[in-house]
Structure formats: C-alpha cells, structure tokens
C-alpha cells in the first residue's frame, strides 16, 4: 500500500458537498457501511429531505461558518479540502477526499452539531466514528504537509449538544454545558495503519456492490444500524404470556451480565421471570439514514413493525 500526493488544499474547492468521481471517496463517506454508500450514490438526486431537515442543515452551517469566521480572525486554519491517493497492494488506486474544519499549532479540531446520546456514545467508544474521521485527516496531513501544517499533538471534537435540556440535566445534577471537547490525542501508527486498511477494504466492497441491484444488497452491520444485540428481562402475565417486564426500570441491558445483576438484584425468580437475548432495535435505519426508501431491508423491517401492530 502507498500513499501519494494529489493535491495540497483550497480554500474552497468544491464546496461543503463536493461530489465524489467513481474513483474518489469523501473520509465522512468511508464511515457508512457499503450497501449505504452504493444506495447514497444511486440515487443521490432522488433522495427527499423534508423542512426540518433543511432547517437542521442550515442550522448547523450557520454555527460552523460563526465559529469558522471568529476562528480565522484568531488564527485558525480553516476550511481546508485535502486529496490523498491510496495504491493498494492488490487493486486498483483511489482518491480520499477530505475538508477539515480547524487547525492551529497542532492541535486538529472538527465542529459537530449533535445529539447527546452520540456525545455519550463517543465519548465511552461504543462509536469511533469521529476518532476514524480525525485520524483519516491526521493521515492526509502528514502525507501532504502544507505550508502551514506543523504537526499533531492534540485532535479534538468540539460538539454543540441540540437536543440538551437545560432545566431537566440540572435536576438531575447532570452537566449543563451545551458544547462539549473530546480530545484523542496524537493517532499512533496501529491507527492509521488500521483505517487505511479499513479504508481499502470498504472501497473493494463497494466497487463489488456497484454491479448488484438494490434488491440484492447486503443488511448494513449490526453496529451502524444501531442494533447492537440487547437482554432484556420479560415477566409471566396471570395468563401465561411472557411480557417485558418495567419493574426494573428499562429492563433493557448492553450484556448477559448486567441482566443477570438486574434479574437478581429486583428479586426475581425463574419461575415468573426470564432474560431474552434479543436483536437490537436498527434507530439508524428507523429515524437517521437518508437512503432507507430505497433500501429492501429497511422495507422488509418496516413491514414485519405493521404486520405485528395489525
């Protein structure tokens, strides 16, 4: 594998929604699954957003152009759209594409309009999506080195939380700060080593899916559907029926182990009460992926959630 120069960077290349060529990936692209990116591709001129969403993209350009603006009068570097070849050993080269929000003196900084739940999520690594995008520009830093690149000793996530509820988080003496920095530190060798990898091996799946109709796509995995595998504790009913049960809160635990703690510390016997291992629910799929009417599994999914409430 080599890593070659295309291009430095622009001040504004092609705009915060350049199109990729066949042969040209974005770094934010190679973080969906593959069926995702081949069903975006296809049908990117059918794809339907209604006005909320035009109001949250708007909202969210107008917070980065702010920032970006009050940061370049500070010092900052922003806004700058980067071009990296990869040669794999074995396979045909292609284009990484990159626009990184903020840079000054070592320390690389992308500015996210989030929910909460993906701050957490970041923040514990269930999610390293934006540790991947940071270490992918790290990457194409260090292989194109412009005139005003010296190094990375921090990179950083600033994140301004959307949906925080002031009132609610400061009854439950939770953080009332509605942004909030993730730092990640300098990416180690095994890091890059390991995305480009990734990298490579996501652009061979989706030139292999390009030839297969959307009928005939692989399910998206587990984890970007959100539907990591849950436990959940069901109750008997007076009637026999086994029923989630909600005396135990949620009732709903991450591993086999957190459910046995909860089995055991509501009291619970197996006679009237039992843990299921249960497919996680795909809230990617249901509420955030912009190609799911075009994609057969999300219909499939949809159809057995009707089927069931008839």
């Not at 690594?125 to 005139?147: H, R």
């Not at 301004?160 to 990640?184: C, E, M, P």
Request: proline residues 2%; aromatic residues 10%; contains cysteine.
């Amino acid at each position: 594998m080599t890593l070659d120069y295309i291009s430095s960077w622009s001040e504004k290349m092609n705009g915060s929604h350049k199109s990729m060529s066949e042969n040209e990936f974005s770094v934010t692209e190679l973080l969906r699954d593959a069926t995702a990116i081949v069903l975006k591709r296809r049908h990117s001129n059918e794809i339907q957003r209604d006005i909320q969403a035009f109001a949250d993209i708007n909202a969210g350009t107008a917070v980065h152009e702010s920032l970006e603006e009050s940061a370049r009068e500070c010092g900052w570097e922003t806004e700058k759209e980067l071009s990296v070849g990869i040669k794999p050993d074995n396979g045909p080269r292609f284009s990484l594409y990159g626009k990184l929000d903020l840079y000054r003196d070592g320390i690389l900084a992308d500015i996210k309009n989030t929910k909460e739940a993906s701050v957490n999520k970041a923040i514990s690594g269930q999610d390293d999506e934006w540790k991947k995008q940071l270490t992918a520009y790290a990457v194409m830093l260090e292989t194109i080195k412009p005139d005003w690149y010296n190094g990375i000793k921090d990179m950083q996530i600033h994140a301004r939380i959307t949906d925080l509820s002031v009132v609610g988080n400061a009854k439950t003496g939770k953080s009332t700060d509605k942004w909030r920095v993730l730092h990640y530190g300098l990416p180690t060798q095994t890091d890059t080593d390991r995305l480009i990898d990734e990298y490579i091996d996501k652009v061979r799946q989706v030139r292999k899916l390009a030839k297969v109709k959307d009928n005939k796509l692989p399910i998206c995995s587990d984890k970007y559907r959100f539907a990591e595998t849950k436990y959940k504790i069901y109750g008997k009913t007076k009637s026999g029926e086994w029923k989630k049960t909600a005396e135990v809160g949620h009732a709903n635990y991450a591993t086999a182990y957190d459910a046995k703690v909860g089995f055991e510390k509501a009291g619970f016997t197996d006679k009237d009460h039992k843990i299921l291992e249960v497919g996680g629910e795909s809230l990617r799929c249901k509420y955030f992926c912009e190609v799911r009417e075009f994609c057969p599994h999300y219909k499939k999914m949809m159809e057995t959630e009707n089927g069931k409430e008839q």
